[in-house]
């Protein structure tokens, strides 16, 4: 008599039972490899989000200074500036470094240079320049060529700089010297800047002349977190960094002779607003910013509130400045946050004390 072989209808229902508790560990340990996997790059994403906003403001901050500021003192303390058919400073406060305090927000910070080695060795004039006057007069003409920017200025004199494009130049017989010629209206130099400027001074003779090359004035800010570079001579904005909730910063002070840091002030009374020993005295800029993981972090216990960041107290350097990473969002606790912070000397204003 043949007997038929095979699986039972309990045989089947134990092996798809086993099947299903293996798949099921095997979906349990996937899900926690994948929710590490994307913790571990979300967490990388916020620290090279920190390290791309510090890296890009230190690029700048460490260049600040050059032409406004010589033999370690502040040569320009406000700036003229048109640009393009517009007014871009009308006496605007100058310095390497200009921190605007954001409260409980986000800090600005903004920093101004030229780009050529040339505006740390400026001419002098050999004759007065009325405000009015289209031309001012040096001893040579050696490194100043046509379409060159400079900025023109006295030291000491409490009167804005002004931002000049060399439109063509001249010999002078008496006194022997060159013109530099600044006709306008082209790109940089207006019709007429004693009606284009509130205070466009006379310069005196000794006045300084200064080839600046490009002139760089830039203002960092975090906007919708995003750290955005705004060029304050065009008005474009460019995202530096996404994912940046908070910016702070603080200068880095002396005593105003020597190059040894003795304290970090943040930019409130009496900083807010830098007198010009004040300015004088900084010799370096500490910046750090806050990054969030992209990634938002399911919380430990199923169906309960967030709980990946625990305190909304967010102290950025010992001693210093706390943000609160609630005005973040009501779904801050959701996510990590990264915090990193630079200490940028300025170079400029410490090689020329």
């Given at each position: 008599?043949?007997?038929?072989?095979?699986?039972?209808?309990?045989?089947?229902?134990?092996?798809?039972?086993?099947?299903?508790?293996?798949?099921?560990?095997?979906?349990?340990?996937?899900?926690?490899?994948?929710?590490?996997?994307?913790?571990?790059?979300?967490?990388?994403?916020?620290?090279?989000?920190?390290?791309?906003?510090?890296?890009?403001?230190?690029?700048?901050?460490?260049?600040?200074?050059?032409?406004?500021?010589?033999?370690g003192?502040?040569?320009?303390?406000?700036?003229?500036?048109?640009?393009?058919?517009?007014?871009?400073?009308n006496?605007?406060?100058?310095?390497?470094?200009?921190?605007?305090d954001?409260?409980?927000?986000?800090d600005?910070?903004?920093?101004?240079?030229?780009?050529?080695?040339?505006?740390?060795?400026?001419?002098?004039?050999?004759?007065?320049?009325?405000?009015?006057?289209?031309?001012?007069?040096?001893?040579?003409?050696?490194?100043?060529?046509?379409?060159?920017?400079?900025?023109?200025?006295?030291?000491?004199?409490?009167?804005?700089?002004?931002?000049?494009?060399?439109?063509?130049?001249?010999?002078?017989?008496?006194?022997?010297?060159?013109?530099?010629?600044?006709?306008?209206?082209n790109?940089?130099?207006?019709?007429d800047?004693?009606?284009?400027?509130?205070?466009m001074?006379?310069?005196?003779?000794?006045?300084?002349?200064?080839?600046?090359?490009?002139?760089?004035w830039?203002?960092?800010?975090?906007?919708?977190?995003?750290?955005?570079?705004?060029?304050?001579?065009?008005?474009?904005?460019?995202?530096?960094?996404?994912?940046?909730?908070?910016?702070?910063?603080?200068y880095g002070t002396?005593?105003?002779?020597?190059?040894?840091?003795?304290?970090?002030?943040?930019?409130?009374?009496?900083?807010?607003?830098?007198?010009l020993?004040?300015?004088?005295?900084?010799?370096?800029?500490?910046?750090?910013?806050?990054?969030?993981?992209?990634?938002?972090?399911?919380?430990?216990?199923?169906?309960?509130?967030?709980?990946?960041?625990?305190?909304?107290?967010l102290?950025?350097?010992?001693?210093?400045?706390?943000?609160?990473?609630?005005?973040v969002?009501?779904?801050?606790?959701?996510?990590t946050?990264r915090?990193?912070?630079?200490?940028?000397?300025l170079?400029?204003?410490?090689?020329?004390?």
């Amino acid at each position: 008599m043949m007997r038929e072989r095979g699986f039972t209808l309990v045989s089947l229902m134990v092996g798809l039972f086993v099947s299903m508790l293996v798949l099921l560990a095997v979906y349990g340990s996937g899900a926690f490899v994948e929710t590490n996997r994307r913790q571990m790059i979300a967490g990388n994403a916020a620290f090279e989000n920190a390290m791309a906003a510090l890296l890009a403001m230190q690029r700048s901050t460490k260049q600040a200074g050059m032409a406004i500021s010589l033999d370690g003192r502040l040569s320009c303390r406000s700036l003229n500036i048109f640009r393009n058919g517009a007014i871009r400073a009308n006496s605007a406060a100058a310095a390497p470094v200009l921190i605007g305090d954001g409260g409980d927000d986000s800090d600005t910070l903004t920093v101004t240079f030229a780009d050529s080695l040339q505006a740390a060795m400026p001419a002098q004039s050999i004759r007065p320049m009325d405000a009015d006057d289209t031309s001012i007069l040096v001893p040579n003409e050696i490194g100043f060529q046509v379409d060159d920017l400079i900025l023109v200025g006295a030291p000491g004199a409490n009167t804005p700089c002004t931002l000049m494009q060399i439109s063509s130049t001249a010999p002078s017989a008496s006194p022997a010297g060159s013109h530099l010629l600044h006709e306008g209206p082209n790109d940089w130099n207006p019709a007429d800047r004693t009606t284009t400027f509130t205070t466009m001074p006379s310069y005196p003779t000794g006045s300084l002349v200064q080839r600046v090359g490009n002139w760089n004035w830039l203002t960092y800010r975090v906007t919708g977190g995003r750290l955005e570079e705004v060029d304050n001579l065009t008005g474009a904005v460019d995202v530096i960094a996404e994912d940046i909730v908070y910016m702070k910063a603080a200068y880095g002070t002396t005593d105003g002779v020597g190059r040894t840091i003795e304290q970090w002030v943040p930019p409130v009374d009496p900083w807010d607003d830098p007198s010009l020993a004040q300015l004088n005295a900084i010799r370096a800029v500490l910046i750090a910013v806050v990054a969030r993981n992209p990634q938002r972090v399911k919380p430990s216990v199923a169906g309960g509130g967030c709980d990946a960041t625990s305190s909304n107290s967010l102290e950025l350097w010992p001693g210093g400045t706390v943000v609160d990473l609630s005005r973040v969002g009501a779904d801050w606790n959701c996510f990590t946050y990264r915090t990193l912070r630079l200490a940028v000397p300025l170079r400029n204003v410490i090689f020329g004390s």
